[in-house]
């Protein structure tokens, strides 16, 4: 059995028995470094990074599942900038890895096995190559450790280069082969989280 598809059969040990409602968890998309030329707009040529922010209001938390789709009805690839040794990738044997072309890195204790202990976070870039739309999905298991209570703090982020102006957009999605979005609490409720989204940009010279 791979190491993404007993990731899959964990978590889905963790809902089975559980009924879906809504939590007070929110996730978020900003953009920061040299490309983001305010909140809503991006410089064309110039390394981008796109932030995502959980916000975790009330209550501990065991797994989750998220995705994420970068599209455009105007631009027609984008280029995945490697975070040189910081980022990870997901290798063909199943395990996340340093690596200097990755280009999605970890932030505020996401890092490795220090939260999500069950391996560490699960990176699955469905279709990951830079010709829009791209699409990646990212899970986590907490067995010893907890994640707990937190304000808005941002927790992973991949950074890209966008060769022409235009409009792109960063969306949530399902991702194969179970990835919907779901967050796991301690009582093995199935929570939906508050989403922000779409988020769009502009792409300007």
Not at 187 to 203: L, M, Q, R, S, T
């Amino acid at each position: 059995m791979t190491h993404l598809r007993t990731f899959v059969v964990a978590l889905a040990g963790i809902t089975l028995v559980a009924a879906a409602s809504w939590g007070q968890t929110a996730i978020s998309v900003g953009i920061s470094g040299p490309g983001a030329v305010n909140d809503s707009t991006i410089k064309v040529g110039q390394p981008v990074s796109v932030d995502i922010y959980w916000n975790n209001k009330d209550d501990d938390r065991r797994g989750f599942t998220t995705g994420f789709q970068v599209y455009s009805e105007t631009i027609k690839s984008i280029k995945h900038w490697p975070e040189h040794g910081k980022g990870f990738t997901w290798a063909d044997s199943g395990r996340v890895i340093d690596t200097a072309s990755g280009d999605v890195r970890a932030h505020a204790g996401w890092e490795g096995t220090n939260t999500w202990d069950f391996t560490g976070i699960r990176q699955v870039p469905i279709d990951w190559d830079g010709n829009l739309p791209d699409t990646i999905g990212f899970g986590g298991l907490v067995v010893k450790n907890h994640y707990g209570v937190h304000d808005k703090k941002k927790v992973l982020s991949w950074t890209m280069v966008v060769p022409q102006a235009g409009t792109i957009v960063v969306d949530s999605t399902y991702f194969r082969p179970g990835g919907v979005w779901a967050i796991v609490g301690v009582d093995a409720i199935e929570i939906k989280p508050a989403w922000g989204g779409p988020y769009k940009f502009k792409v300007i010279e």
